[in-house]
């Protein structure tokens, strides 16, 4: 009987999923996209995990969930350890780079910084308010090139002669690009362009007064364009590190903090007949209109958040309905 | 005519002394502004003009809905940055959507002096006495700073009370008894009385919390809803909370301090930046020397003297060896995103500590 730990990272626009051993191997994993509905991409997740290790003989001894919905899904799946992506993340890079200092990370709807002294964080930062030169922005831009944005990366390798495009803000280099388009230069070199101004932009917004140091290591779904971490490279000058697995660091490091957690309850993974629903109820008990979301397993209410006063506490379970 | 019923906006608590204030020194009616909610932002961000700072959408959002009510005197007082200007900015914004109203700004020239404050307030009420003004203006300077020493205890404390909400309903029974104070020995009986019961609540307090300051623009620091109930859920995380920035501070302290504030941040800034922004570079070093393990910055989209200060405190920082997160905060109501950051910081800090011991 071998114990395992299961750690589930919801995204905005990916979902990942691992197994861990007890030596942190994976033993399965998978990636998809959240499409929007994350209850229906974990129970996609959690069926492709269950095939992976079928016949396996292993026990799950704990389930961690992290991403931006982990509150929602950590509820679902009943989860030991429900944490921020942040130390997740981190987390997870340590167990594969154990001198890391600095991890870098693009990913669909948001970019941060990590800096590691001694295997432990000791400061980060995350962007606020904007999500300028993240992937949504790259791929938003793709199409208006009609490349596919897995392409990407390439086409930026082609170019000689990157073309300046402005990075402060997504507004602005929207029209910088389609200007240069229109008077003619190259689209590879307007690619390549694209990705100096992710770096510049994430340098110069994230990372801002961080001192980066080597190893770095650069995950996130942008990461996986070659384009960006050549002009990250260049940037830095220094070897920029980015994984096989590395969309699936903020997984690995849930599970892993979930096997610190040292529960000794059994888990099951049987959730895919289960009818999960949420409901948003908005409390008309004061102008704040507390959005109130309430969360049915087989309609019976497992739990409710968003309520900020006393006043909600009667919009509970039973009276949901009438609202 | 018509009766007069005054109205001004929220920040904090803050509302009891002021309309104790109010209460004392006109004949006038006083309205209480309906506490801040989503209802309020929305009003006020509809009608502000898009780049100002979230401060003045709250202000005009609390301003509507008295006015709705049937206040017809608003009150203002800002001052130190371009909050100065926004009593003339509101004033117009509000005439220009129909209302019939009288404004009045409690601060002249950007500064707040008896002088000026007594000459606005025989305006409303003409019988007033300067040794009456004088007697209550200082009664209530008298409240706001018991306030917020009561305020700077539960802050330190609240996160470990062992009853949840002890701290709550106690002091919702002390702004209660404030009310109705009736001079400067009986407000000092209050206060005794519950700093007394305040330090009665049984904590479960370990000698080595972690321990985070808040430092940052003012009204984003003091107004909860503002920063999504930032103590709030600081305190949830179990950890001791301290902030310099209060009305006694602003109001009294701050005054005959300047030059020793200057002082305090070192070799960080030579000369003032403006506003509040030198207070809390000095206030950053105090603390990092002080031991704290962490600090929160506070600041509305676009708050200059404070963008100014963040590039320094960046510096602070690094060299004194002390985590800073910055937040700004605008009217967007994502209030996951703040919470996610704030989790981070904790585990940071956590680890930080762990590592250390």
Redesign the interface.
Known sequence: MNNSYVGIDVGSISTKGVILDNNNKILASVYLWTEGNPISAVKKIIKSLELQIKGKNIVIKGIGVTG?ARKLIGTILGANIV?????AHAVGTISIHPDVKTILEIGGQDSKIIIIE?????????N??CAAGTGAFLSSQAKRLGVDVKEFGNIALESKKPTKIAARCTVFAESDLVHKAQIGYKKEDIIAGLCNAVVNNYLNNVA??K?IKAPIVFQGGVSKNEGVVKAFEKELNEKVYVDECGHLTGAIGIAILSKKENSNIEFNLNIENIKFENKGVECKK????CDIICIYKDNTLIDSWGN?CEKGDSIQPANVNQV | MKKKIISFPHMGNYYIPIKYLLTKLTNCDIMLS??I????LELGSKYSPDFVCIPFKYNLGNYIESLENGANILMQCGGGCRYGYYAEVQQQILKGLGYNFEFYSLTENDKLAAISMYRMFKKINKKLSIVKFLYYTILTLKMISYMDKIDIYIRANIGFEEEEKSFENLLKEMHKDLESTKGFIHLRKTYIKYNKLFRKIKLNKPSNCLKIGIIGELYTCMEPFSNY?LEKNLAKMNVEISRRTNVTYLVIKKRFNTKKILRECGNYCKYTIGADGTDNVSEARMLAKKGYDGLIHTKP?GCTPEIGAM?IL?KV??KEKI?IL???F?S?TSE?GIK??L???Y??IK??R??NE
């Open positions: 931006s944490k921020n992506e942040i130390t001694d295997g432990i964080v000791v400061d980060y930062a995350m606020t308010l801002k007064e001192k004061c102008p704040n209109n900020k | 309906p506490p909610t989503k209802k309020t109930f989209f590039s960046q920082s690094k985590p910055y937040f700004t605008d967007h996951e996610t950051r989790e981070a910081f585990d940071m680890m930080r762990e590592n």
